[in-house]
């Protein structure tokens, strides 16, 4: 059982275009984490959300946890070559000291951005 | 401050051997997460260690394990390597709320 559905899993589109990238479960999150991919390297962490309905914003980047803390969207404006890669979103389920370390990976968006 | 290291980069073992993994976190972190990453199954979670102790545990069968120094460095080690055990070792330290990851260990079983 898939916790955290992303979608899409792949998306191809031109330099200049906007996108969303959703991370949806039926569960409800403590926080959840947004980390960028390169072939062969760790993930990269981006932003961690905390309280429902918070929109964070990096540069092009903006960020939003759902009110029910259960969904979460990353959007990008004007996307540039240099953001090609695999985008994840991670949920921590509890802030209990028994479950601070695990996190829960959505399957991943493969982002191609062509110039 | 420096960031997540794990050695070594990559690796190729043949079936039936046993490997073993090393990460050491960001300095003050004490929290240490291993994780498999593999183009079907993705990212997923094997164990935690916090002060030496191991605090959460994936599903993956014993042969999996690791531990934890008292200097917060980890070892993972799969004994009785499989075909299905070729993948990305990740390991992430964490000071609470975030995780970040080292670059991994790429582990090829022939």
């Known amino acids: 059982t898939q916790l955290l559905e992303q979608s899409p899993q792949f998306l191809s589109i031109q330099e200049g275009e906007n996108l969303t990238v959703y991370c949806n479960s039926s569960?409800?999150?403590?926080?959840l984490q947004w980390y960028r991919q390169e072939p062969g390297e760790g993930p990269v962490l981006l932003v961690t959300v905390v309280t429902g309905g918070e929109v964070k914003k990096l540069k092009r980047l903006t960020f939003q946890f759902g009110d029910a803390r259960k969904d979460s969207s990353l959007h990008i404006t004007a996307a540039q070559t240099g953001d090609t890669g695999l985008y994840l979103c991670?949920?921590?389920?509890?802030?209990?000291?028994?479950?601070?370390?695990?996190?829960?990976f959505g399957q991943g968006t493969t982002l191609q951005v062509k110039p | 401050k420096a960031g997540v290291t794990q050695t070594p980069r990559y690796l190729i073992k043949t079936r039936g051997q046993q490997v073993t993994l090393s990460c050491s976190p960001i300095?003050?972190?004490?929290?240490v997460s291993w994780y498999q990453q593999t183009p079907g199954q993705g990212l997923q979670f094997l164990f935690e260690?916090?002060?030496?102790?191991?605090?959460n545990k994936g599903n993956f069968p014993g042969r999996f394990s690791g531990r934890q120094f008292s200097n917060s460095r980890s070892e993972m080690n799969v004994s009785t390597l499989e075909l299905g055990d070729s993948a990305l070792y990740l390991c992430?330290?964490?000071?609470?709320?975030?995780?970040?990851f080292g670059p991994g260990t790429r582990l090829t079983v022939t």
């Open positions: 991670a949920g921590r389920r509890g802030v209990s000291s028994g479950n601070t370390g695990k996190l829960i």
């Open positions: 300095s003050g972190h004490r929290s």
């Open positions: 260690y916090f002060s030496e102790t191991q605090r």
């Open positions: 992430a330290s964490s000071d609470f709320y975030e995780q970040y």
């Open positions: 569960s409800v999150f403590s926080s």
